[in-house]
Nanobody, 129 residues
Framework: QVQLRESGGGLVQAGGSLRLSCVAS??????????MAWFRQAPGREREFVAT????????FYADSVNGRTTISRDDHQNSVYLQMDSLKVEDTAVYYC????????????????????WGQGTQVIVSS
């Protein structure tokens, strides 16, 4: 059973930074074979795409709302994916979820939640004004 565990959320002032981490475990095959992504869900809103990284790490996509302020990266030695968020805004407040596909070697990572089979429990990010 694949498990994803997020950490790094918290309370931060607007303009500050946070680095979210997600560790994957339980795969039958190396985690490096799979694309990873971050999504978020704010109160009263639907879950939305934030960022994704391909299995090879060379392709990334970002939501327009975070592009230029956010960097997704992965460390396959640690079975981890990270989300560095800078210049945080109040509207970034949400629960952030790590997600992983079950399709190995997908050339281009997906920005669509239904394409991700595994999800973490989420980590809360609160940005105060």
């Amino acid at each position: 059973q694949v498990q994803l565990r997020e950490s790094g959320g918290g309370l931060v002032q607007a303009g500050g930074s946070l680095r979210l981490s997600c560790v994957a475990s339980g795969r039958a095959y190396p985690n490096k074979n799979y694309g990873m992504a971050w999504f978020r869900q704010a109160p009263g809103r639907e879950r939305e795409f934030v960022a994704t990284i391909a299995w090879h790490g060379k392709v990334h996509f970002y939501a327009d709302s975070v592009n230029g302020r956010t960097t997704i990266s992965r460390d396959d030695h640690q079975n981890s994916v990270y989300l560095q968020m800078d210049s945080l805004k109040v509207e970034d407040t949400a629960v952030y979820y790590c997600a992983s596909t079950n399709v190995a070697f997908r050339p281009s990572p997906s920005t669509s939640a239904p394409d991700y089979e595994y999800w973490g429990q989420g980590t809360q990010v609160i940005v105060s004004s």
